[in-house]
């Protein structure tokens, strides 16, 4: 695997893959497959480091969502890791990324350096590519149960094999197996997950209105995009002094 520094951001590359890793929150931003783009980044996205990058593999820590009565914005710090000091709490977190010619591995270790106990949810906001919205699917969700936060549904059991996206959905799975998600377009295999200590999975993608009103989302880019976000967002990790905890995401 090569290594290019630049100065906001590390080029690694293979002889038939590359990927782009900007220092803004360590987002992920490009991974290419045999010339093929494989993640999402709004051609309108802030790159500079003063907003949380539109699109990419955003990384969700130490909370997913809104945390009530927290200073912290959605979605935690690390994405803007210019926030991290309003976290009263000692901790280190090593992010490591592998490419190789047909997969990108990222790996998250979450060290508690302090003195005192902390809990976390944490996510990998993955933006996909998909040629069209409306032949993508997200496999191997039949059966878990999820909450559907658009239309206020809690612990629904999913009931198809290939979930499509025909409107706006903003999806919650808890308990996923470990190596049973993949995006299906035209029957073909876009992407498969697996994953280490990430129970969870959410399945978002904002469409039209929602989209319209993020300055940040390109003009229509709903259409060629889906998140399939794997995280440990139901039962929180819980640290003690001196305690390290290792989540992965392996995209093939
Ligand atoms: C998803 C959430 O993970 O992220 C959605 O499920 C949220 O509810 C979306 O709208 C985008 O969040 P943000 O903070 O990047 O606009």
Not at 28 to 39: F, P
Not at 215 to 224: A, C, L, M, N, T
Request: charged share 20%; with cysteine.
């Amino acid at each position: 695997m090569g290594v290019t520094i630049a100065e906001d951001r590390v080029v690694l590359s293979t002889s038939t893959s590359s990927a782009v890793i900007y220092f803004t929150g360590a987002t992920i931003t490009s991974w290419v497959k045999a010339g093929r783009e494989m993640i999402f980044l709004s051609n309108t996205a802030v790159l500079d480091g003063t907003k949380a990058i539109r699109g990419g593999i955003p990384l969700v820590f130490p909370h997913f969502g809104a945390k009530e009565g927290s200073k912290l914005p959605q979605h935690g710090f690390a994405r803007l890791s210019s926030l991290k000091s309003l976290w009263p709490y000692d901790f280190k977190l090593i992010y490591t990324v592998t490419l190789t010619e047909d997969s990108l591995k990222s790996s998250l270790a979450s060290h508690n350096t302090g003195s005192a106990s902390f809990s976390f949810t944490s996510l990998f906001h993955s933006y996909f590519v998909v040629e069209n919205i409306s032949n993508a699917r997200v496999k191997g969700l039949n059966g878990i149960k999820y909450n559907e936060i658009i239309r206020n549904k809690t612990d629904f059991p999913e009931t198809s094999d290939l979930v499509g996206i025909t409107e706006e959905l903003d999806r919650r799975y808890f308990n996923v197996p470990s190596d049973a998600i993949a995006i299906v377009e035209n029957g073909e295999t876009v992407v498969s997950i697996k994953t280490k200590n990430f129970a969870d999975v959410v399945v978002w993608n904002p469409w039209i209105e929602k989209s319209a009103g993020m300055s940040d989302f390109e003009e229509g880019g709903y259409k060629r995009m889906l998140c399939v976000e794997v995280g440990q967002i139901g039962t929180p990790v819980t640290l003690e002094p001196g305690e390290n905890f290792v989540q992965e995401q392996i995209l093939q």
